[in-house]
């Protein structure tokens, strides 16, 4: 079994190593690529300050480099008796390198090493989760165009209302989608500040230089109070979590819209026929089971911030162990909603609309209030054109026109597409993904 780092002269029994470690070694290999390019912004600035040698550091940055390598070939693994990450890496260079492998921990604690990692592998998520949203909005904008002028009921109370059309439906949740990208992009701005050099959450003797490895990094700034630093640790996750519950929200109300509409007893849209499953005994079933889960698999993500919430939020400042559970919440999270996202975008590129609703009668009465309007418009007085209206409804005598002419701005004959769209494109451009993208090519490409 592998030495702990922390290890003095005892060591914990087996049960309780089985209970602190928990699913660390599991969820760790999550962060395993991010915690090495920690590593690498943190060898760089100890050579800096003259706590490794220059040849030091390029046989550390090399190895890192190996393993960086291996993480993304999947051949990395933590092995069996190594507690975590940070100490597989560490491990690994020491035995290929010796005594150097050693050194790398100058002026760092675990704490300060996760809560890099952390933000370092979110950031990244994030950014998966914004392209897929985008991807989203796209197909859903592209529909609404595609449908606008194809009238669908409107319903409050879940009872027929007025007119409204697949391009205002599809539209909607275009629309919606701009304001969850606004806290996406808000919960991006919190994650990319750098943590490193915390420490143990109180900061280091060594003379670190932590402007250096937040450019390294590519961080917008740090966190600059290193035990406000330590502190951030499970606010990061709540902040991010709502931003993800945001997104989800959105699509588990797109989920049972389409799920109803669906329906026979609607009939309003049709799922491609390879998105539906069947079932075992009636022979005519086509469910629409991919938007059942993605309903759910939302609703699930919506408690996310308060399942965090929870763990945390009774915690006085500095590190507690508590906070290891949050990864067992969050790290999965990401793949679950990108999943949802990709789905989504898929079914409803393929989705097709009945053009047809109207020819059913019973959505006649969705345009009495078009007829009190025309009314109004002639100079009848709106109430009396309402009563008149209600009584012919009462009396059997209401014959609608079914044509619709609104013109103000979102409505059914001005959906505001073009100007959706510069919202969703002016939210998207206050990300810094390519000043990212850029640090991070050039601390692990050497160059």
């Given at each position: 079994m592998a030495t702990k780092l922390w290890e003095k002269n005892f060591t914990p029994t087996a049960e309780i190593e089985r209970f602190t470690v928990g699913r660390d070694r599991e969820l760790d290999t999550y962060l395993a690529e991010s915690d090495?390019?920690?590593?690498?912004?943190?060898?760089?600035?100890?050579?800096?300050?003259?706590?490794?040698?220059?040849?030091?550091?390029?046989?550390?940055?090399?190895?890192?480099?190996?393993?960086?390598q291996e993480i993304r070939q999947g051949q990395f693994v933590i092995e069996e008796g190594v507690e975590d990450v940070h100490s597989e890496v560490e491990l690994l260079l020491t035995r290929r390198l010796g005594d150097v492998?050693?050194?790398?921990?100058?002026?760092?604690?675990?704490?300060?090493?996760?809560?890099?990692?952390?933000?370092?592998w979110t950031r990244r998520q994030l950014r998966e989760v914004v392209e897929l949203v985008k991807v989203l909005f796209d197909e859903l904008q592209a529909q609404s165009e595609k449908y606008k002028n194809v009238l669908m009921p409107g319903y409050t109370h879940l009872q027929v209302a007025m007119p409204s059309s697949f391009g205002l439906w599809f539209g909607a949740y275009a629309e919606s989608l701009t304001d969850d990208?606004?806290?996406?992009?808000?919960?991006?701005?919190?994650v990319n500040r750098n943590p490193l050099g915390s420490a143990a959450g109180y900061g280091s003797s060594f003379p670190l230089n932590?402007?250096?490895?937040?450019?390294?990094?590519?961080?917008?700034?740090?966190?600059?109070?290193?035990v406000y630093a330590q502190?951030?640790?499970?606010?990061?996750?709540?902040?991010?979590?709502?931003?993800?519950?945001?997104?989800?929200?959105?699509?588990?109300?797109?989920?049972?819209?389409?799920?109803?509409?669906n329906s026979q007893n609607f009939a309003f849209v049709k799922l491609p026929?390879?998105?539906?499953?069947?079932?075992?005994?009636?022979?005519?079933?086509?469910?629409?089971?991919?938007?059942e889960l993605t309903r759910a698999k939302c609703n699930k993500l919506q408690a996310l911030p308060q399942q965090i919430m929870l763990i945390m939020n009774n915690l006085p400042s500095g590190y507690f162990r508590d906070l290891q559970?949050?990864?067992?919440?969050?790290?999965?999270?990401?793949?679950?909603?990108?999943?949802?996202?990709?789905?989504?975008?898929?079914?409803?590129?393929?989705?097709?609309?009945?053009?047809?609703?109207?020819?059913?009668?019973?959505?006649?009465?969705?345009?009495?209030?078009?007829?009190?309007?025309?009314?109004?418009?002639?100079?009848?007085?709106?109430?009396?054109?309402?009563?008149?209206?209600?009584?012919?409804?009462?009396?059997?005598?209401?014959?609608?026109v079914k044509e619709v002419h609104h013109t103000h701005e979102g409505s059914i004959g001005n959906l505001c597409t073009a100007?959706?769209?510069?919202?969703?494109?002016?939210?998207?451009?206050?990300?810094?993904?390519?000043?990212?993208?850029?640090?991070?090519?050039k601390l692990t490409m050497g160059s």
């Open positions: 090495v390019m920690g590593s690498m912004a943190h060898i760089t600035m100890l050579e800096s300050i003259g706590l490794l040698t220059a040849d030091e550091l390029k046989l550390l940055l090399a190895e890192l480099r190996n393993i960086l492998g050693k050194k790398i921990h100058s002026g760092r604690s675990r704490n300060d090493q996760v809560l890099v990692d952390l933000k370092l990208m606004l806290f996406l992009q808000a919960a991006y701005k919190m932590r402007q250096m490895t937040t450019d390294l990094l590519g961080f917008d700034s740090m966190d600059y109070n290193v502190m951030g640790r499970g606010k990061m996750e709540r902040n991010v979590a709502f931003a993800l519950a945001s997104v989800a929200g959105t699509i588990a109300k797109l989920a049972f819209d389409a799920c109803l509409f026929n390879e998105c539906t499953t069947g079932s075992s005994i009636m022979p005519h079933k086509k469910n629409p089971d991919v938007f559970i949050i990864k067992e919440v969050f790290l999965p999270a990401f793949a679950e909603l990108k999943d949802c996202l990709q789905m989504t975008a898929y079914i409803i590129n393929k989705m097709q609309v009945n053009d047809h609703i109207l020819d059913d009668p019973r959505y006649d009465l969705m345009f009495s209030v078009e007829e009190v309007n025309r009314l109004a418009a002639n100079g009848m007085p709106f109430r009396d054109a309402y009563k008149k209206v209600g009584l012919d409804i009462e009396a059997g005598q209401f014959t609608p100007e959706v769209a510069t919202l969703m494109d002016n939210v998207l451009n206050g990300f810094s993904f390519e000043k990212v993208e850029e640090a991070e090519r």
